[in-house]
């Protein structure tokens, strides 16, 4: 009786493994309804949509799955190779397909722009924001001056059409003396700019290093902004030994005085911000300086 009952038993456990795994499998027998896929905006991932359209933050077309990265090779040739300070230099920018090697023709719009262009100098004095221009095939090039020595952390951020989007950094020396290590402190205050004041608080007042940082930029006056590249504002984050570059755009933001940014800071370190914005054809950039600590 004993036995009769312990394999009732061991049936109706086999059972019941036999009718999950069936509904487990349920997916992949024919006919059976796939998974639901997402539409993912590739610069900004965290926006995701059921059905196709563009990207709420970016304008981005939204694209099937989330797409792998793949980087794409980038040389940077600059003329004169040993530029002098405050005279012209010309940076040409050449993008390569990893798989073939050949030049790349092809580039999705970003913000109005093929390609957008950062350069900050190693005492975080100096910024620039540009737009090199198609030269050739797979070629961009952009002119400016260098306006002092040192070290210069050049951002390229451009997006080959049937690839990912890319955040490629180079780096450009000025030879010469005096150059100067960035030591720089906390600046939170309140900035004016060409026709606005900028005011910033985080949260957390202190920032942590790997942990979401939420930006809120509050401007004065808050009528006339304008969409500068698509976008309510741009912004660019260094930390102050130039590894980290950040580039983003606001999380919320309606035309409204109140926009904010969410940034993860990947370093304790401290980070200079340039925060950019446009208020009746002009362009404001608004510069903070913000120290990250490590978690305790």
Known sequence: MRRLAIACVVMALAALAAFLDGQTNSASLPGAPAPPA?????????VRSATPGKCSRCGMNLVLGIPEPVEYPLNLTVSPRVPKPGDRVDLTFMIKDPKTGAAVNRFELVHEKLFHLFIVSQDLEFFVHGHPTVSGAGTFQYGGTLPKTGMYRVLADYYPTN???????????????????????????????ENLDVELATDPAQPIAGFKTMLFFRVKPGEGL???????????????????????????ADG????????????????????????RGVVNTAVFTIPVSVLK
């Not at 490629?168 to 004016?192: C, E, M, S, W, Y």
């Not at 969409?227 to 950040?246: F, P, T």
């Not at 005085?257 to 950019?276: G, S």
């Open 38 to 46: 997402d539409y993912v905006c590739p610069m900004d991932p965290d």
């Open 163 to 193: 690839g990912t989007p890319q955040l490629t950094t180079k780096t450009i020396f000025v030879p010469g003396g005096g150059l100067r290590i960035p030591q720089p402190g906390p600046d939170l205050a309140a900035k004016h700019t």
């Open 226 to 252: 304008e969409q500068y590249l698509g976008a309510w504002g741009h912004m660019l984050a260094a930390s102050d030994d130039l590894i980290d570059l950040i580039h983003t755009h606001p999380f919320l």
């Open 256 to 279: 409204g005085p109140q926009i904010q940014f969410n940034v993860i800071f990947p370093r304790a370190r401290t980070y200079r911000l340039w925060a950019q914005f446009q208020r």
